[in-house]
């Protein structure tokens, strides 16, 4: 029997697999599958060409293109995630996280499952945690990677002494992270060079 109490815990935790086998049953769901070693990654800075969905109940489908194209909006000034294999960072919800910059894209492999039984359909459920950010300039901080949002700060946009990166409790917690992964440092002067010319 589940306990909806606890599977609500488990998943507040990060423990989504578990509450999720909880709370739908193993026959429906299967076990959880692992990504392979070499399957979480960061590629690309491509510039993205959205289309309408052919029938508006269906989710928006996004084009990437390798065309050089000009800035179409203003990157935020920080550190983002460098590319290639970031597995590490997306093993549990710890507040370690990919830091994307628009055009990104995150990859994710799995190893192949047996077919399902016959008369049966399969679906996948991907289920994320994390935030978003934009440059909107009614945002608060809307021109920076910093502050750096976290589970136990859901305030982490209120006014703040500091907005550097050494002073963010994120960085403080995983400075490494800075050292391994966020190592690509972005500015907006290629949309602001574009708006001269």
């Known amino acids: 029997m589940c306990d909806h109490s606890r599977a609500n815990a488990a998943a507040s935790k990060g423990q989504i697999a578990h509450a999720i086998q909880c709370l739908v049953s193993h026959e429906l769901v299967g076990p959880a599958q692992g990504v392979l070693d070499d399957a979480v990654r960061v590629e690309h800075d491509?510039?993205?060409?959205?289309?309408?969905?052919n029938?508006?109940?269906?989710?928006?489908?996004?084009?990437?293109?390798?065309?050089?194209?000009?800035?179409?909006?203003?990157?935020?000034?920080?550190?983002y995630t460098r590319?290639?294999?970031?597995?590490?960072?997306?093993?549990?919800?710890?507040?370690?996280?990919?830091?994307?910059?628009?055009?990104?894209?995150?990859?994710?492999?799995?190893?192949?499952?047996?077919?399902?039984?016959?008369?049966?359909?399969?679906?996948?459920?991907?289920?994320?945690?994390?935030?978003e950010k934009d440059g909107d300039y009614n945002?608060?901080?809307?021109?920076?990677?910093?502050?750096?949002?976290?589970?136990?700060?859901?305030?982490?946009?209120?006014?703040?002494a500091s907005l550097a990166l050494e002073d963010d409790p994120v960085y403080r917690r995983h400075p490494d992270d800075w050292i391994e992964y966020h190592t690509r440092y972005i500015t907006p002067r290629p949309f602001v060079k574009a708006l001269r010319h």
């Open 46 to 53: 491509r510039v993205v060409g959205r289309s309408t969905a």
């Open 55 to 79: 029938q508006p109940s269906r989710p928006e489908r996004v084009n990437l293109s390798d065309e050089p194209e000009r800035a179409r909006w203003r990157d935020l000034t920080g550190y």
């Open 139 to 160: 945002t608060s901080y809307s021109e920076t990677v910093v502050p750096l949002p976290s589970h136990d700060r859901p305030d982490y946009g209120a006014p703040r």
């Open 83 to 131: 590319f290639g294999n970031v597995k590490e960072l997306l093993a549990v919800i710890d507040d370690r996280y990919v830091i994307m910059n628009a055009g990104d894209e995150l990859r994710l492999r799995f190893d192949e499952q047996p077919a399902p039984q016959s008369g049966w359909q399969r679906d996948f459920v991907l289920i994320g945690d994390g935030w």
